[in-house]
């Protein structure tokens, strides 16, 4: 599986983005997939899961002000990012949880400014 994430960038405390993940390849595979983040010197964290049965779950964190869904259409996963605070600043990951493995895309960055 291939993924391929947009829509990062910068934007202020309050404001909204919409991260989009586009996946190809061997997709009927995919279990579930999910958005992880990264903040400098901290570990990866996991934001937001959507099951193939669609079954969704979210961090604490993000509980409230951000929303993952999916585009079966074109294979693609968003996540709607609302109410931003500065500490959601990271590098923004999709990941596609299938049979065969892992597979992670490039990541985007997201950057929060106060």
């Known amino acids: 599986v291939q993924l391929v994430e947009s829509g990062g960038g910068l934007v202020q405390a309050g404001g909204s983005l919409r991260l989009s993940c586009a996946a190809s390849?061997?997709?009927?595979?995919?279990?579930?997939m999910c958005w992880y983040r990264q903040a400098p010197g901290k570990q990866r964290e996991l934001c937001a899961t959507?099951?193939?049965?669609?079954?969704?779950n979210y961090a604490d964190s993000v509980k409230g002000r951000f929303t993952i869904s999916r585009d079966n259409a074109k294979n693609t996963v968003y996540l709607q990012m609302n109410s931003l605070k500065p500490e959601d600043t990271a590098v923004y990951y999709c990941?596609?949880?299938?049979?065969?493995?892992?597979?992670w895309g490039q990541g985007t960055q997201v950057t929060v400014s106060s």
């Open positions: 990941a596609a949880l299938t049979v065969e493995g892992n597979s």
């Open positions: 959507i099951t193939s049965g669609g079954t969704i």
């Open positions: 390849g061997r997709i009927f595979n995919i279990n579930a």
